[in-house]
């Protein structure tokens, strides 16, 4: 089910305002959206994921249409550790970040931003247990622009945007926007 708005605002960010502008996730990660992401992410599955991909695209086409001073000058994808991309066989967040790069005609980057160390999966830990388990995991590589998009398939407690952005603009970000496929109600 998609979102009614891109205005929505969480409680959370109510009380402690992310780091990140904006976020853009077209669908809430409930039936059946959970489950496509979860057969592509867990099974390798991708044809479960090319309809929320474009469907993505096409929503960010139109808002980067009606809003064309936020069009990032870059989009980087969420990095995953390299023990753990050797497990699944692919990160999620760079394959959906080059369908949008593509579409949108926006270049994107792996290296700008690297995951420092190997740590049990976010999906297991609470909001606060995350932002602990991400605490000067990554390191962000050579210039970064003023605009970029952020890009991964879930938005669940923000910890991991929040310390991705965190990152970014302490190296020199002007504005980070979060482009996903769903998040989570909350």
């Known amino acids: 089910m998609a979102f009614p708005s891109d205005t929505l605002i969480c409680g959370e960010c109510l009380s402690t305002?992310?780091?990140?502008s904006h976020t853009v996730a077209p669908w809430r990660y409930q039936y059946p959206v959970d489950g496509m992401i979860g057969r592509y992410k867990y099974n390798g599955q991708r044809k479960y994921v090319r309809p929320l991909v474009t469907g993505l695209a096409e929503h960010l086409s139109r808002h980067l249409e009606t809003r064309p001073e936020l069009r990032p000058n870059l989009i980087v994808p969420a990095p995953m550790h390299s023990k753990r991309r050797r497990q699944r066989g692919f990160n999620q967040a760079e394959d959906?970040?080059?369908?949008?790069?593509?579409?949108?005609?926006?270049?994107?980057?792996?290296t700008r931003i690297r995951r420092l160390r190997h740590t049990r999966p976010q999906r297991e830990l609470g909001r606060e247990a995350r932002l602990h388990n991400l605490r000067g995991m990554f390191e962000v590589n050579g210039a970064i622009p003023a605009r970029i998009a952020l890009v991964d398939d879930?938005?669940?407690?923000?910890?991991?945007?929040r310390m991705l952005t965190a990152a970014l603009m302490d190296?020199?970000?002007?504005?980070?926007?979060?482009?996903?496929?769903?998040?989570t109600l909350g």
């Open 17 to 20: 305002p992310p780091p990140f």
């Open 96 to 110: 959906i970040a080059e369908q949008l790069s593509l579409t949108l005609k926006i270049p994107w980057s792996t």
């Open 171 to 183: 190296a020199g970000a002007e504005d980070v926007q979060v482009w996903a496929l769903a998040r």
């Open 154 to 161: 879930v938005v669940t407690t923000g910890a991991t945007a």
